[in-house]
């Protein structure tokens, strides 16, 4: 394990564009659960398959169980970024690396301090009326499920939709173009904690023509045998022993 640190040091010190692209493995040593892992949201019970629950038909016909579970299981507070997501941010403020291409949708990258991210799937810090486009903050989610309705509601009578993509929803056309755009240009990327089977923000990764790809990951993923580095092992482990260069 020793080597390939060394080896992934060398390639981030020689590299001067680095994108790197992460899944729910970056925010589980924040305490977040992940989706599908044996102690993930996929495998409890819950009265409909959460992936049913999480989808834009539900959400639109059973709004009350969709915000039942969504409150209990997607809004997390009190967490705090762990050594990754502050290690990327200071390789961002040091000029290496150019963004950061999340799956996740907990805002820990920002609150971290990295200013260019691409969140593929929205963020539950945001919230906006369906009906008047006005905005809200994750306190107002969590604290509907006080009201005799149970439902966010906007001033204006609106319900209050998180700003995070349902299933059957489309991603955003924004930041899928930008986060191509950053993979496109990068001579470095670092793919980790994604098992990436989630479509289509998955299949961002075959934009990368730069010079060096690396995988960090617990298990074995699609996209190995593709790799400059493979790196089985959590992400804490090894972003505390990268050292960020100016």
């Known amino acids: 394990m020793d080597e390939k640190i ?7 010190d ?26 993930g ?19 639109d016909h059973n709004p009350k169980e969709f915000y039942r579970f969504y409150r209990k299981k997607l809004i997390i507070k009190n967490v705090q970024p762990n050594i990754t997501h502050k290690k990327l941010a200071e390789l961002e403020a040091a000029g290496k690396l150019s963004a950061v291409v999340t799956q ?9 301090g990295s200013k260019t991210v691409y969140e ?3 963020s ?16 107002f989610i969590a604290e509907s499920g006080n009201t005799e309705e ?6 204006c009578g609106g319900l209050v939709k998180p700003d995070v993509v349902l299933y059957e929803e489309g991603l955003d056309d924004k930041v899928i173009n930008g986060a191509v755009e950053a993979i496109a240009n990068a001579d470095m990327l670092i793919i980790g904690g994604t098992s990436l089977v989630v479509y289509p923000a998955a299949g961002l990764i075959r934009y990368f023509r730069g010079n060096h790809l690396v995988l960090i990951n617990k298990s074995e993923t699609q996209a190995d045998a593709s790799a400059d580095l493979v790196i089985h092992d959590s992400l804490g482990k090894v972003f505390e022993q990268i050292e960020v260069k100016v």
């Open 6 to 12: 060394t080896e992934l040091q060398k390639m981030i």
């Open 14 to 39: 020689e590299s001067k564009n680095i994108v790197f692209f992460g899944g729910a493995g970056v925010s589980t040593e924040s305490g977040i659960p992940d989706f599908r892992s044996q102690e």
């Open 41 to 59: 949201l996929y495998s409890q019970e819950w009265k409909y398959p959460p992936e049913t629950i999480i989808s834009r038909s539900f959400f």
């Open 104 to 112: 996740n949708i907990d805002g820990l990258h920002q609150m971290a």
């Open 120 to 122: 593929l799937h929205g």
């Open 124 to 139: 539950t810090l945001r919230n906006y009326c369906m009906n008047c486009g006005k905005f809200y903050g994750i306190d």
């Open 150 to 155: 149970k439902l966010p509601r906007c001033e």
